[in-house]
C-alpha cells in the first residue's frame, strides 16, 4: 500500500506561483512514476505533468512553458513548479503514483496510475 499526501495549494492571483509537493510512502520511491493531474468544478480530471522513473518529462499542452515537474527520491517526493498562473488554472490538483517499478508507460493516461492523493486547491483569482 502506497499513501500519497499532496499540498502547497492555496489563493494566488493571476501571474503568480505556487509550488505543490505530493510526499509518497513506499520504499521502492525511486521505482515509481509520479503524474500531477487537476480537476475544475464540472469537468473531467486533466493530465498536468509526469515524471518517468528515469527522469523522462511530459506536460500537458496548457501548462507547458509555464510549470516545472521534479523530483527527489531522497526525500520520496514529487514536486510541481507552477509560474505564470492564469485563472483557468484552478482546480484541484491531485499527485497520482504508478508503482509497477521501473516501467515504461503512458503516464498521460490517468488509468495506470494505481494511487491518488488526496487533492490540493488552487485558486487563481484575476
Known amino acids: 500500500q502506497v499513501q500519497l499526501v499532496d499540498f502547497g495549494g492555496g489563493l494566488v492571483q493571476a501571474g503568480g506561483s505556487l509550488r505543490l509537493s505530493c510526499a509518497a510512502s513506499?520504499?521502492?520511491?525511486?521505482?515509481?512514476?509520479m503524474g500531477w493531474f487537476r480537476q475544475a468544478p464540472g469537468k473531467e480530471r486533466e493530465f498536468v505533468a509526469a515524471?518517468?522513473?528515469?527522469?523522462?518529462?511530459f506536460y500537458g499542452d496548457s501548462v507547458k512553458g509555464r510549470f516545472t515537474i521534479s523530483r527527489d527520491n531522497a526525500k520520496n517526493t514529487v514536486y510541481l513548479q507552477m509560474n505564470s498562473l492564469k485563472p483557468e488554472d484552478t482546480a484541484v490538483y491531485y499527485c497520482?503514483?504508478?508503482?509497477?517499478?521501473?516501467?515504461?508507460?503512458?503516464?498521460?493516461?490517468?488509468?495506470?496510475?494505481?494511487?491518488w492523493g488526496q487533492g490540493t486547491q488552487v485558486t487563481v483569482s484575476s
Open positions: 497520482a503514483a504508478h508503482t509497477r517499478g521501473f516501467i515504461y508507460t503512458n503516464l498521460r493516461d490517468r488509468s495506470v496510475y494505481d494511487y
Open positions: 513506499g520504499r521502492t520511491f525511486s521505482g515509481y512514476n
Open positions: 515524471i518517468n522513473w528515469s527522469g523522462e518529462i
